[in-house]
């Protein structure tokens, strides 16, 4: 018998390169302001904001609800973005994670895959979740390329999915099960290992999460 996962919460999670902590508009919106670059939201159904205080009131009342669950990312103690957990459906044991955006000064680091280790971690492990999904405008193409290097499966696209900004929005849908969880994770570990980086943060090999979740379901059947 399946059971129910339990819901995300606000929560602290722990790295090595950077730590996840509740949002809290008052005490992260300014640096996250200052930090932003307008670029991150043209794919968001909001965004930009004209000053610090334009964000704040913009995220205050969001943040206060169950459902996104909104967590800012800590770099050296400094905001440099926020996360969160979306679409939650324990009964089912299922979640997304959305409403990503980074500081260029972390953006394609070791930050942003640490980032997505954690919250699919406390996904599985903590929270015992099914699956996981990732969704994106369809025209993002660095989002769906992160989505696939994380070991996200892309299931389709929902054509005219939504209106956004005015303007039609198809979008693009990827997931990463339990059962691939395992070596998706291996992968992740290896990869974040400081190990695997030279004196200069250079990577000795690359992310191979992708291949780590298609491996797992070779010579089976998936109904």
């Given amino acids: 018998m399946l059971g129910p996962a339990r819901p995300p919460s606000p929560v602290t999670l722990a790295g090595r390169y950077a730590t996840l902590v509740p949002f809290d508009a008052a005490a992260h919106g300014d640096a996250l302001w200052a930090a932003q670059d307008e670029s991150v939201w043209t794919y968001f159904g909001y965004g930009p904001f004209p000053s610090a205080a334009a964000y704040r009131a913009f995220m205050t009342p969001l943040a206060a609800t169950s459902d996104p669950v909104f967590l800012t990312v800590l770099v050296d103690g400094s905001p440099r973005g ?9 009964q089912h044991a299922v979640v997304e994670i959305g409403h990503i955006w980074y500081a260029p000064s972390v953006q394609r680091s070791r ?11 406390h996904a599985f492990d903590d929270l015992g979740h099914r699956r996981l999904e990732w969704k994106c405008n369809a025209l993002n193409a660095r989002s769906r390329a992160a989505a696939e290097r994380l070991g996200f499966t892309y299931e389709g696209t929902f054509r005219q999915h939504m209106i956004v900004k005015g303007g039609n929005r198809d979008t693009a849908w990827f997931s990463l099960l339990d059962g691939e969880w395992p070596a998706v994770r291996a992968a992740l570990e290896a990869w974040l290992d400081s190990a695997n980086f030279d004196a200069g943060g250079r990577q000795r090999s690359a992310l191979n999460a992708a291949s780590a979740s298609t491996n797992v379901w070779s010579g089976s059947s998936r109904s």
Wanted: no cysteine.
């Fill in 82 to 90: 926020v996360v969160s957990y979306l679409r939650i459906d324990p």
């Fill in 111 to 121: 930050v942003t895959t640490e980032v997505a280790y954690l919250l699919a971690r």
